[in-house]
Nanobody, 124 residues
Framework: QVQLVESGGGLVQAGGSLRLSCAAS????????MAWFRQVPGKEREFVAA????????YYADSVKGRFTISRDNARDTLYLQMNSLKPEDTGSYYC?????????????????WGQGTQVTVSS
């Protein structure tokens, strides 16, 4: 069974850091574009960051640029999101997603596979 499993969420004070991980299993994702989205209740899922299969090209939402870093380890089939200088508005459920190359990376419905999410709460 193909799965994406996120971990690393939690409660942190504003200005703090967290590192999210997404472990892929059931197949190899080294040719897939991988991404992080987040969602709060009542709002649409929001693009956070994405990384091309090679790891050489990265994309970020303006709201996280300079604070978050996306990376991947294809040998371990694992995706990461290092989040620094966290703000209360970063609070939400964070999801990792996988997409075959060629789709529009900032659009959630382009992604083929999703994890179950991990909660990030940033207190002020």
């Amino acid at each position: 069974q193909v799965q994406l499993v996120e971990s690393g969420g939690g409660l942190v004070q504003a200005g703090g850091s967290l590192r999210l991980s997404c472990a892929a299993s059931g197949r190899t994702f080294d040719t897939y574009t991988m991404a992080w989205f987040r969602q709060v209740p009542g709002k649409e899922r929001e693009f956070v960051a994405a990384i091309a299969w090679s790891g050489g090209t990265k994309y970020y939402a303006d709201s996280v640029k300079g604070r978050f870093t996306i990376s991947r380890d294809n040998a371990r089939d694992t995706l990461y999101l290092q989040m620094n200088s966290l703000k209360p508005e970063d609070t939400g459920s964070y999801y990792c997603a996988a997409m075959r190359p060629g789709g529009y990376i900032r659009t959630a419905d382009q992604y083929d596979l999703w994890g179950q999410g991990t909660q990030v709460t940033v207190s002020s």
